[in-house]
């Protein structure tokens, strides 16, 4: 049997460790950090059956086994990516001055939600149509932000707190940003039309369905 001599084996062992990605130490909220925007981007770019553990861990240059420590499963790195890709989107139109008049209110805040889609096409897509099918906590995650929205497009409203619980008025928020979802997704995969331009139409529907909804006593408020 040979032996290899001792000042050979040190050299292979130095090679080999050079070899490797090297290991970059972070703590924790770095980590996590890290890996939930590789899973964004990945998540993103990728259906989630296509999507890789081991691929995610190798561009973290960590093990899978360090990977599962902080998201026990791809499903829960999913959603946990999920939830900052809808924190960022409503983030992002909340962020609105208030105090505009109602037609500027609405402008302003679809001048955010397309901005914030426009740069951020791929993950809003992937947020909306949902990776995992029928996923409960998927769709908590989906049906939060239309909430959210809903509720931020007509919270600084004036007869927003006269109609709170209305089901003919909430009825009809919930439907139109549904129809915001649909047509931003539309708009974000063929680009048919300018973003100025589905920005009006936006505003014109919510409008128009809005003094549909109204009592006549506040419809007044909309001009």
Not at 84 to 93: C, G, N, S, T, W
């Amino acid at each position: 049997m040979l032996r290899m001599p001792p000042g050979r084996v040190r050299r292979v062992i130095r090679q080999a460790v050079r070899g490797r990605p090297r290991r970059v130490r972070l703590d924790n909220d770095q980590r996590r950090a890290q890996l939930l925007a590789l899973a964004r981007a990945a998540f993103s770019d990728r259906a989630y059956d296509d999507v890789s553990i081991d691929d995610i861990a190798r561009e973290a240059k960590i093990s899978k086994g360090l990977l599962y420590h902080y998201f026990p499963t791809k499903r829960d790195l999913y959603v946990a990516g999920l939830r900052e890709i809808a924190a960022d989107l409503v983030q992002a139109v909340t962020s609105v001055p208030p105090n505009l008049a109602p037609i500027d209110q609405a402008r302003a805040g679809l001048d955010a939600y397309l901005d914030h889609i426009t740069r951020h096409a791929r993950a809003y897509v992937s947020l909306m149509r949902g990776g995992i099918g029928s996923d409960p906590e998927v769709a908590e995650v989906v049906e939060g932000v239309r909430t959210q929205l809903a509720d931020t497009f007509v919270k600084d409203q004036p007869f927003a707190p006269l109609l709170a619980g209305n089901a003919r008025f909430e009825t009809t928020v919930r439907g139109w940003i549904g129809f915001v979802e649909h047509a931003t997704i539309d708009w974000c995969v063929h680009q048919r039309m300018s973003r100025d331009d589905l920005r009006e139409l936006l505003v014109e529907i919510l409008f128009g369905i809005m003094k549909a909804a109204l009592p006549p006593v506040f419809r007044p408020t909309l001009s």
